[in-house]
């Protein structure tokens, strides 16, 4: 998780309870299941 945030904030200084606040969200609550979608199909695409 920490290097995810370093990645994403190019390495700046996190305040604290942002930090707290983004780790507690991903890890403490349930997610929905990923919905994966069809492709549409070459004759369906416009162009």
Request: aromatic content about 8%.
């Amino acid at each position: 998780m920490g290097r995810f945030l370093a990645w994403e904030t190019r390495g700046r200084a996190l305040d604290p309870t942002r930090l707290e606040a983004f780790v507690r969200g991903s890890t403490e609550f349930a997610s929905a299941p990923i919905v994966r979608t069809r492709r549409p199909s070459r004759s369906g695409s416009p162009g």
